[in-house]
T-cell receptor
Framework: AQSVSQHNHHVILSEAASLELGCNYS??????LFWYVQYPGQHLQLLLK??????LVKGIKGFEAEFIKSKFSFNLRKPSVQWSDTAEYFC???????????FGQGTTLQVKP | DVKVTQSSRYLVKRTGEKVFLECVQD?????MFWYRQDPGLGLRLIYF???????EKGDIPEGYSVSREKKERFSLILESASTNQTSMYLC??????????FGEGSWLTVV
C-alpha cells in the first residue's frame, strides 16, 4: 500500500534558522506531491505542489520543495524561518492510479522568537 | 475562491448516538473526501467519492458510512458513535487530478 513518511515529528528552531523537513513516499508510479500547512486554530492550506516539470517547486511564504524521483523524496525547505511559521506541516501524495491523497504523520514546527 | 463548508464546527455526542457530519462544496468538484486528524497520526482517509452515489473506502472506514446524493454534498455518518471516534474530521474536495481543498474541520467529542 502507498504510504508517506515524515521523518521529523517535532522541530524547534530559532528565527532566521534554515528549515528542511523530510518527506518520503512509497509508490513506484507517477505521483502528485503536496505540502500543506495548518496554523494554530486554522484549516489546512496548500503551501506548494508538484505535478510535473521542474522538480524544484516554489510555494507561498518563501517555501520551496524539491522532488527527487530516485529517492522518492519531496523535502520542504525555507532558508530563514520566522516566528509566524510556527505550524504543523503535512506532506501528501496522490498517486496516478487512484484519486486518494495520502498524508504523512505531520511535523510540528515551533519557531522561537 | 473554493469554499468547502462543514456545517458543524464543534459537536458533543453520547456513546451509541447516530452522528451526521455534513459537507458542502461550491465548485462543482467531482471528488470529495472525509479524513480524520489525530495527533501523531496525521490525516487518515475514511472514505472518498468520485461521483454522485459513488464511494470508496479509505484507510479507516470501520464504524463509518457516507452518502453522496448530490454532487455538492458529502455526508459522513457514524451509525453508533464510540469514544474512539472522538477526533477532528476534515472534509475536502477537488476537481479530477487537481489540488484538494479542505474545510475548516469538525471537532467531535463522544462522551
Amino acid at each position: 500500500a502507498q504510504s508517506v513518511s515524515q521523518h521529523n515529528h517535532h522541530v524547534i528552531l530559532s528565527e532566521a534558522a534554515s528549515l528542511e523537513l523530510g518527506c518520503n513516499y512509497s509508490y513506484g508510479g507517477t505521483v502528485n506531491l503536496f505540502w500543506y500547512v495548518q496554523y494554530p486554530g486554522q484549516h489546512l492550506q496548500l503551501l506548494l505542489k508538484y505535478f510535473s516539470g521542474d522538480p524544484l517547486v516554489k510555494g507561498i511564504k518563501g517555501f520551496e520543495a524539491e522532488f527527487i524521483k530516485s529517492k522518492f523524496s519531496f523535502n520542504l525547505r525555507k532558508p530563514s524561518v520566522q516566528w509566524s511559521d510556527t505550524a504543523e506541516y503535512f506532506c501528501a501524495v496522490k498517486t496516478s492510479n487512484t484519486g486518494k491523497l495520502i498524508f504523512g504523520q505531520g511535523t510540528t514546527l515551533q519557531v522561537k522568537p | 475562491d473554493v469554499k468547502v463548508t462543514q456545517s458543524s464546527r464543534y459537536l458533543v455526542k453520547r456513546t451509541g448516538e447516530k452522528v451526521f457530519l455534513e459537507c458542502v462544496q461550491d465548485m462543482d468538484h467531482e471528488n470529495m473526501f472525509w479524513y480524520r486528524q489525530d495527533p501523531g497520526l496525521g490525516l487518515r482517509l475514511i472514505y472518498f467519492s468520485y461521483d454522485v452515489k459513488m464511494k470508496e473506502k479509505g484507510d479507516i472506514p470501520e464504524g463509518y458510512s457516507v452518502s453522496r446524493e448530490k454532487k455538492e454534498r458529502f455526508s459522513l455518518i457514524l451509525e453508533s458513535a464510540s469514544t474512539n471516534q472522538t477526533s477532528m474530521y476534515l472534509c475536502a474536495s477537488s476537481a479530477y487530478g487537481n489540488t484538494i481543498y479542505f474545510g475548516e474541520g469538525s471537532w467531535l467529542t463522544v462522551v
